[in-house]
């Protein structure tokens, strides 16, 4: 008997991974750009992109290679002992759901003040430097959001198991 709910979930998981790598080509590409540009409003996005590429590509890599094992190993816990794997699972969701409940409302404030400080800053760097935190913020809000949305699924499909 195999725990359905979660391999749907990791599935999902790894291909966010994926897709999150792809886009850290992209960003490589955009740094590459910020490197041999002259614009000082570009190269002030340098960091925030960067960090972000480094985000990405970190991130990615840990979805594409860890979720296989995790599957794995709560699959074979599940086999042993059902109810009390699922009901771990469900503990463990339950908190990573308000992680990312709290995450979405940090990220949507931070650009709300990225975006702020855009229009406070007179000097190209600088305001450079705050449009690319909002591209940073925006990225981690979308990340967070997608990895929100497919736990709260996995946590109703936890929740009707468990109840």
Same mark, same amino acid.
């Given at each position: 008997m195999e725990f359905t709910q979660l391999q749907i979930w990791a599935k999902g998981e790894i291909a966010q991974g994926k897709r999150m790598l792809s886009i850290s080509v992209l960003l490589i /590409? &955009?740094? *590459? %750009?910020?490197?041999k540009s002259e614009n000082t409003l570009f190269r002030g996005?340098?960091?925030?992109?960067? /960090? &972000?590429? *480094? %985000?990405?590509?970190?991130?990615?890599?840990?979805?594409?290679?860890?979720r296989v094992k995790y599957t794995e190993e709560i699959n074979r816990q599940f086999k042993k002992d059902a109810a009390k794997t699922v009901a771990a699972e469900y503990t463990k969701v339950k908190s990573e759901k308000?992680?990312?409940?709290?995450?979405?409302?940090?990220?949507?404030a931070s650009i709300v003040i990225s975006i702020i400080f855009c229009f406070i800053f007179t000097k190209d760097y600088d305001r450079g430097l705050s449009l690319g935190c909002t591209g940073?913020?925006?990225?981690?809000?979308?990340?967070?959001?997608f990895l929100h949305d497919r736990l709260s699924i996995y946590f109703k499909n936890l929740e009707s198991l468990v109840i």
């Open positions: /590409l &955009l740094v *590459i %750009l910020a490197l996005m340098m960091i925030p992109i960067s /960090l &972000l590429l *480094i %985000l990405n590509t970190g991130y990615g890599i840990y979805l594409v290679t860890n308000k992680n990312y409940t709290v995450l979405r409302m940090v990220w949507a940073l913020f925006f990225g981690l809000l979308c990340i967070d959001t």
